[in-house]
């Protein structure tokens, strides 16, 4: 942590490191003057998954470590989880020889099948399951000063089965600690929405903690902790508190992958990290002297006398393998943690040819016509052949529908194919007049989702068309590239979303080269990082607010650099990707790259064939053939019109195939799977490593 830029501030305000001396020394005080019959139990939730509860929870332990606390007056517990895998805590607190409970320990654990055995009346009652609960904490509170208790998920994970997050902090006894996401708007609406669910189950909430705050820019924690106080401060007599925004740490990032194979030493290390970067920001005293100041906490004793002998109910739920193998026959897929991820989990021709080939080829015969302006992961419609379901692609690389097996995507019975749909064309330019002698492209509004544009789309937004003409590849990029980079964008999106989310939750690394990890960080930090400059601009438009100060952020944090930046690390993330892996599965990572880069010369169906799609026959081909010429030139233009005169017959077919392409363009395509429409073009694909998985037409 030597020459970190520090940062310091007590209950939500700003101070100075003297202070934050002071305060340290009273903190410590305050710990140890912790009356020794009392138990302090704190509930850390999260407000969304994947917010840093256990980070959080770590901050707590390690402070009242380095706050003069034995690790035998310590205690962790996860009382109700669906990971089993080993976390980021378990490891420190074995080390440490803080008593924990968490994974496969947990008292309740929501495995594969197990929702579905509680409905059937197989797994007991809620109120027993909460017993065990109770039951099992209380059994760890004695002699305990302190006792973390970590959530699951968000507030109301687990209410199907009667044992949501605020039933589980009621029977435990312990007021809770919501940690949210960093931001303004967004943030306290969330705060608000996810205290009330605590409240409107009379569960005591201390207050909240801001997590993974940006470090610079309009979304800085420095300037969302003052709004945030501010709000705070204009709730009069609320009762919660506001106890800090944390920055974001890159060196933390990542660190519930990387904890699992950390060596003590570094282990030590990055607890530490973890321990002083949280109390610089957090109001860590606060947070504990309002716990014990909470009649739950007050009513709890160390050491509670013994309850006179009462016959409790017991039950005996149906066993896990029962369960398990009710569940597998019926067609689960099995629990997530359970998962490798090795990119599919290694990124397969199966899981991501299909897309940049397909819908490749459809926006290569649309280029005489339009460019669609908007390819991204929601207009991106897959369609099941066998069993007629139809889902976005954005929602593909999570998909837990009847075709997910062994955590890929995959079709039974019968001939495997899947059609792809490209909708949503309210945003396309025509091709002609945006490059032609009225140059539209100057002049006309940025369209589609930010998450996907280019850097040159950046450039215009920050600069300008005349900053962006100064540039030669980001100037033709903008032209005639937008709809090949967003769907090179796409591609990373489905190669990669998947196994980050298991990666994410804790299912450890197959056996794949560090070069993989490399490829989901650099997708991380680029999909973070866009996201929140479209919350920003969302946010702005939606409300009807004032752009003017978020356009200034854009420029002032020069957000085209970043995406020149971020755009070339999963670039070069996916070219080592390639260099380790077998031929066909290096074709498509170069080719997914090469839609990504604003040098590259390739067009849409050189890339397809760089992916490993064969060149077509047919009416098909010989729209994308013409597709291939300059869209600029009067010989495209008369294609695309349908008007060019034939010489040859040969000419002549190629006419016909791009009047019939041209007539349809304006009734958009046929949604009937049996009647394709004018617009669609044949596109059967074969695929060598998942049985086939999509074989099919892209519309």
């Not at 699992?260 to 990290?273: C, F, H, I, P, S």
């Not at 490749?360 to 007629?388: M, Q, Y």
């Not at 960080?521 to 400059?533: E, I, L, M």
């Not at 170069?590 to 026959?617: F, H, M, W, Y």
Request: with cysteine; glycine share 8%; charged share 20%.
């Amino acid at each position: 942590m030597a020459g970190m830029d520090k940062s310091y501030f007590l209950d939500g305000k700003p101070s100075t490191g003297t202070e934050v001396n002071q305060a340290s020394h009273a903190g410590t005080e305050l710990l140890q003057m912790l009356p020794s019959t009392t138990c302090v139990r704190v509930f850390v939730a999260g407000a969304v998954t994947h917010v840093g509860k256990t980070s959080v929870c770590l901050g707590l332990l390690a402070a009242l470590r380095k706050a003069g606390l034995t690790a035998q007056e310590l205690a962790y517990i996860k009382p109700a989880t669906q990971c089993e895998a080993p976390d980021l805590l378990s490891k420190w607190c074995a080390k440490e020889g803080i008593e924990y409970v968490a994974g496969e320990e947990a008292p309740l654990v929501f495995y594969s099948g197990f929702t579905r055995s509680f409905l059937a009346g197989e797994q007991g009652t809620s109120a027993q399951w909460l017993q065990k609960i109770e039951e099992r904490i209380q059994k760890l509170s004695d002699g305990k000063r302190v006792v973390i208790v970590d959530g699951v998920g968000f507030p109301a994970v687990g209410s199907i089965v009667g044992v949501d997050n605020a039933d589980v902090a009621r029977a435990s006894r312990a007021p809770v600690l919501l940690v949210c996401k960093s931001g303004v708007g967004s943030a306290v609406d969330s705060f608000s929405l996810n205290s009330s669910y605590f409240l409107a189950k009379s569960v005591p909430v201390l207050g909240a903690v801001f997590n993974l705050g940006e470090i610079e820019g309009f979304y800085s924690s420095d300037k969302c902790r003052e709004s945030i106080q501010a709000w705070f401060a204009m709730q009069g007599g609320r009762r919660e508190r506001f106890y800090g925004v944390v920055p974001k740490l890159p060196e933390l990032d990542g660190l519930r992958e990387r904890i699992k194979d950390t060596g003590e030493d570094d282990l030590d290390a990055l607890a530490d990290m973890n321990a002083v970067h949280f109390a610089q920001h957090v109001d860590i005293a606060a947070i504990f002297a309002d716990a014990a100041a909470d009649p739950w906490c007050r009513g709890v004793r160390t050491n509670p006398q013994p309850a006179p002998t009462v016959k409790v109910s017991t039950f005996q739920p149906l066993s896990r393998d029962a369960v398990s193998a009710t569940a597998k026959k019926a067609g689960a897929k099995g629990q997530l943690p359970a998962l490798r991820w090795s990119l599919t989990d290694q990124p397969s021709r199966s899981s991501a040819s299909p897309e940049p080939c397909s819908l490749g080829k459809t926006d290569d015969g649309l280029a005489p016509l339009a460019w669609h302006r908007d390819v991204n992961s929601h207009n991106v419609l897959i369609c099941n052949e066998t069993s007629e379901d139809v889902l976005s692609l954005a929602s593909f690389p999570l998909a837990t529908s009847n075709c997910l097996q062994d955590g890929m995507l995959s079709l039974d019975d019968g001939e495997e194919k899947a059609s792809f749909w490209l909708c949503d064309l309210g945003l396309a330019v025509d091709s002609q007049s945006w490059i032609g002698e009225e140059n539209l492209w100057r002049v006309t509004d940025i369209g589609g989702d930010c998450r996907y544009w280019p850097a040159s789309c950046w450039m215009v937004h920050c600069f300008g068309a005349d900053y962006l003409e100064e540039r030669p590849n980001f100037c033709r990029q903008y032209k005639s590239r937008l709809d090949i980079h967003a769907l090179g964008i796409t591609a990373i999106e489905v190669l990669c979303t998947k196994p980050l989310a298991l990666r994410t939750a804790g299912a450890p690394a197959g056996d794949v080269p560090s070069c993989w990890s490399s490829l989901l960080d650099a997708w991380k930090q680029y999909h973070d990082t866009v996201s929140d400059w479209w919350q920003a601009i969302y946010s702005v438009f939606s409300a009807g607010g004032d752009f003017r100060p978020v356009h200034a952020w854009l420029v002032e944090i020069a957000a085209p650099d970043k995406v020149v930046s971020l755009v070339g690390n999963m670039r070069q993330a996916l070219y080592e990707c390639a260099d380790c892996s077998d031929e066909a599965v290096a074709q498509l990572l170069r080719a997914v790259a090469a839609a990504a880069d604003e040098d590259s010369q390739l067009e849409l169906l050189d890339i397809c064939k760089l992916a490993g799609q064969a060149p077509e026959t047919g009416p098909g081909a010989a729209l994308s053939t013409e597709a291939k010429q300059d869209p600029s030139s009067t010989a495209a233009a008369d294609v695309a019109a349908g008007t060019q005169d034939s010489a040859t017959s040969q000419e002549e077919s190629r006419g016909k195939a791009t009047r019939h392409a041209s007539n349809g363009c304006g009734q958009g395509p046929s949604m009937s799977r049996s009647q394709p429409g004018p617009m669609s073009v044949s596109l059967p694909v074969a695929f060598t490593e998942l049985r086939g998985l999509w074989r099919g037409s892209c519309y």
